[in-house]
């Protein structure tokens, strides 16, 4: 018995010894398309784990939303999150999707709680200082959300107006600057989330909500005959990936998931699924100063 056990520790020894790559070769996961990353690295740390942890919305429809009916996250940022996901692992489900609002997305890519984050979070230098920023996959732009039957059409309607948007956005700092250079004396309410502050306005706390035309036009989407998306484009919002500064390794997988879903006609078919447009246009250019 003693014998069969150590022939069989020896017989183990020998397979486990066969299956090493041998030394100086980098060996390469099973799936996917990336070699192994260098120890040490954010990316390699996602591929020991064998998933990767992306930071979204959960509320906001068509971009990152909880829907009720599946309990399942959807959504054109969720759709960046599984390119990403396919391409490391070959498998656009090897992913953990976790919500990340305005106010945490930063702290979350800092402090190492997920890896990327894809939450409609625009490119702008005052963010550069803190992550760094994928090419654009997304622009958006300021508008207002607000009842049907509103009398507000722009932002020069807004004056003494409580609006509310949410705490840690470039909306909050765009729509002060407007309300200070206009003289419009607008109240900006702040929360969490977006439909907070639309449930907000739907108890008659807030005159309007003002973010991106985008998130805005989920809502409309949600309930047409409550809410209307009023004032155009006063802002332009060009969306990138966050990652944590200095993991460069990611950061190119990143960038080029998002050029291949470009050049490949895959980002016009995940437009088409989620954005309510007749409309489907061109990809937006990839350095974010471009975008218009």
């Known amino acids: 018995m003693f014998k069969r056990i150590v022939l069989l520790g020896l017989a183990l020894a020998i397979i486990l010894a066969a299956c090493k790559a041998p030394a100086g070769v980098t060996p390469t996961p099973k799936k996917g398309r990336v070699p192994l990353a260098p120890e040490g690295t954010l990316l390699r740390k996602i591929q020991d784990r064998g998933k990767l942890i992306c930071g979204t919305k959960y509320d906001i429809p068509t971009f990152g939303y909880l829907n009720p009916k599946t309990n399942q996250v959807e959504g054109f940022d969720v759709e960046i999150c599984r390119a990403v996901a396919e391409y490391i692992f070959g498998d656009p489900n090897a992913v953990e999707i976790k919500e990340a609002i305005s106010k945490n997305r930063i702290p979350f890519l800092k402090e190492g709680v997920v890896d990327i984050v894809a939450s409609t979070m625009t490119i702008n ?3 550069l200082k803190e992550i760094d920023f994928s ?3 997304y622009v958006a732009g300021q508008s207002l959300l607000v009842p049907k039957n509103s009398p507000i059409s ?16 470039t909306s909050e700092k765009n729509i002060r600057a407007i309300s200070e250079k206009k003289g419009l004396n607008i109240e900006v309410v702040l929360f969490d989330t977006y439909s907070e ?3 907000a306005m739907d108890a008659g706390r807030v005159d309007a909500v ?16 409550k809410w209307k998306v009023v004032g155009g484009r006063f802002t332009v919002e060009p969306y990138g990936v966050g990652v944590k500064k200095g993991e460069k390794e990611l950061l190119e997988v990143v960038n080029t998931v998002i050029k291949e879903l470009k050049t490949s006609g895959r980002w016009k078919e995940i437009y088409k699924k989620w954005i309510p447009s007749d409309v489907v246009p061109e990809p937006p250019p990839d350095d974010w100063r471009e975008a218009k």
């Open 125 to 127: 230098e005052e963010r």
């Open 135 to 137: 090419i654009v996959y």
């Open 154 to 169: 722009g932002v020069d309607d807004l004056k003494g107006k409580r609006v509310g948007t949410v705490k840690g956005s």
């Open 197 to 199: 502050a639309v449930a």
């Open 210 to 225: 003002t973010t991106d035309d985008i998130i805005l036009y989920g809502f409309v989407r949600q309930e047409p005959d």
